[in-house]
Every structure is written in structure tokens, then in C-alpha cells.
């Protein structure tokens, strides 16, 4: 079933993006072959917007345009601006990853600048393990910034990964290495191997919403059994309120307080942090120093989440530590 914007808060909005009526004059009128993509001219009411799609040139433009406005085109496709890319399911308005083309490696969308918040809990992660690609701005992020920590994405859409180079996400090499896979049965066949993620980001959508693999609470344990002793879970929720807090109650059961969800904006997204590394005392403590150092180092802002580290603590009555100055 396709995944209605009236039925699910849409995970990011391009408000740029403007759906043209299908009565246009002119409507997919214009087409053109660039950087291996077929761009479709006449699908917004802003003539400087094109949507790209994986498509032949010899594919015919009117039938693919009817396709993109009926909503039945089932690969991800490109909506530009000139100044921003964004990778889209749906041409209604919802983006699932967006890059600034001036800055590619900049992060975008709230939601993805809160996913790094992962750092106050684990301020150098050796291994970082992400399912579900997009248009690549953790793994972007990540990458410029950690250049210590090996990246492992897990993406199960063949189409999403042909995107790769319009998104500038750089080539697999010593420290990144992108899997085409099921991000849930990777996680579960991880269980046997010696090489465990510090920190699990997971950020997995399709058309329809969250795959129902990475929804099922065997996810979640297997998630919690690949996590080392300082290891962070962090899971984007875009979904009715009533399913985020059914999938909070789920990672909560499994891994046990602290579970830590952070609502962001207007878009309906949460973000919700896990793991045995919340579980630690003094990696709590010194979340709001880590939060400070890296809003400082890289340009992030944590408004939220220290203060409910901070509130969790005072609940939880623990004792004042003398924290090790060199963490």
C-alpha cells in the first residue's frame, strides 16, 4: 500500500516542492538526459524544479510524468531546485533525504542532526553501523567528521544505491563500505561475529512507511544483542503518535530504561535513543560536556536531549561521580 501523507506525518517536507496540476499547458512537456538520468520538466508550478528519474531515454516522458502524479512510479527519484537535491518516494511533497548542492555534506533535516547525538553517549565510536541509505547525509557526515570510525550502511534498495553518486556519497574504501542487503537479517547474522558496532543508527523507510522486518521487536533484540557494553541504539520514527510510542515501548521492553525519545519540529519525526552505554552512569554525567564539545566542534545543537539526561538522572536518584577527567 502506498504510504498517504494524510495517514502518516511525512518523515521531511520540501515546502519548494509544488505540484503542478495535470491540466497545465505543457504538463511533462520537457525531458533531457543529464548525468545519467532522465529529467522531467512540468510536474511543479516552479519552472526551475526538475524531477530525475533512473529511467532510458527513450522512455516516454508523458507516461512517466502520469505515473509520478498517479503515484503508481515504484523507484526513488530525484526533486531539484538548484540549491537543494532531495531523494523522493512520492511526488506529494515528502522527502526522505535532501543535500544542499553547495554543501553536500551538510546535514539538512532536523531529524539527522539529532541522530548525532549519538556522540554524547559515545564521543569516538570505532564502528558505526547504519541501515538504510537515502541520499546518504549521516554517512556523508560521518565520514568528514570521524575519520577514526569505520562506516557500515546496509541498503535494500537496489535504486536507492544507484543514486549514490548524485548525492556525492563517497566511494567504499578502508573506513565505508555500503551493503546492498536487508538491514534486519544483517543485524541478526551480526549476533555471531566478533565485530560489533559501537553504534546502531537506524533509519530505514520505504514507500510504505517502516519495513515491517525492522518494526518486529526481534529486531530490536537482536539489536540489543550486537551492541557492546558502550554501545548506542538510535532509531528515526516518522509514523502516526500512536505507532511511535507503540515502537518506543518495544525498544524500552528490550533494552530497559533509559530509553530516551526526542520529538523533532513540526514533521512528525522522533528520534529515540537506546543502549547499554544509557545504562552507564558516567557516560550519562558527561553527556552534557560531550553535548557542548560537539555543538562547539560541529556546528550541532542538542537544546533538548541534555536536559532530559540530566532529568532521568535526578529521577533515577544516583549519586554524584567523580568522573575520570580524561573522558
Known amino acids: 500500500m502506498t504510504r498517504q501523507s494524510d495517514r502518516l506525518p511525512q518523515r521531511k517536507r520540501m515546502t519548494r516542492l509544488s505540484v503542478a496540476s495535470s491540466q497545465q499547458d505543457g504538463w511533462g512537456s520537457t525531458s533531457q538526459r543529464n548525468e545519467d ?28 510524468c502520469q505515473r509520478l502524479m498517479a503515484g503508481t512510479y515504484d523507484k526513488p527519484f530525484l526533486v531539484e531546485d538548484g540549491k537543494h537535491r532531495a531523494m523522493c518516494f512520492t511526488i506529494d511533497g515528502s522527502v526522505q533525504s535532501e543535500m544542499r548542492i553547495d554543501d553536500p555534506d551538510a546535514l539538512v533535516n532536523d531529524y ?35 575519520p577514526s570510525t569505520h562506516l557500515t550502511v546496509v541498503e535494500i534498495d537496489a535504486n536507492v544505491i544507484a543514486l549514490r553518486a548524485h548525492f556525492q556519497i563517497p566511494p567504499d574504501g578502508t573506513d565505508l563500505r555500503v551493503i546492498h ?13 566478533a565485530e560489533f558496532p559501537d553504534v546502531l543508527l537506524v ?17 530490536i533484540e537482536h539489536s540489543r544483542r550486537i551492541l557492546g557494553d558502550g554501545g548506542v541504539f538510535v532509531m528515526n520514527l516518522a509514523a502516526h503518535e500512536s505507532d511511535s510510542t507503540l515502537q518506543v515501548e518495544r525498544i524500552r521492553k528490550v533494552f ?17 535513543f537506546a543502549g547499554p552505554a544509557l545504562s ?41 561521580a567523580q568522573l575520570d577527567p580524561a573522558q
Open 37 to 64: 538520468l532522465l529529467s522531467l520538466g512540468g510536474l511543479t508550478i516552479d519552472p526551475g524544479t526538475l524531477v530525475r528519474v533512473l529511467e532510458p531515454t527513450a522512455a516516454a516522458s508523458a507516461v512517466l
Open 112 to 146: 539527522t542532526r539529532k541522530m548525532m547525538a549519538f556522540l554524547l553517549f559515545c564521543p569516538e565510536p570505532r564502528r558505526v553501523l547504519m541501515i538504510g541509505l537515502g541520499g546518504g547525509s549521516l554517512v556523508k557526515f560521518c565520514n568528514r567528521h570521524l
Open 181 to 193: 542487503g536487508d538491514g534486519a537479517r544483517y543485524v541478526a547474522d551480526l549476533i555471531d561475529s
Open 203 to 219: 533509519d530505514a523507510y520505504d514507500r510504505d512507511g517502516l519495513p515491517r522486518s525492522i518494526a518486529e521487536p526481534e529486531f
Open 256 to 272: 530497559g530504561d533509559p530509553v530516551i525519545p526526542v520529538t523533532v519540529g513540526w514533521g512528525g519525526n522522533m528520534v529515540v
Open 280 to 320: 552507564d552512569r558516567r557516560r550519562l554525567e558527561a553527556a552534557p560536556a560531550n553535548a557542548r564539545r560537539v555543538e562547539r566542534t560541529l556546528d550541532l545543537d542538542f537544546r533538548i536531549l541534555p536536559g532530559l539526561v540530566r532529568k532521568h538522572l535526578q529521577q533515577a536518584q544516583y549519586e554524584p
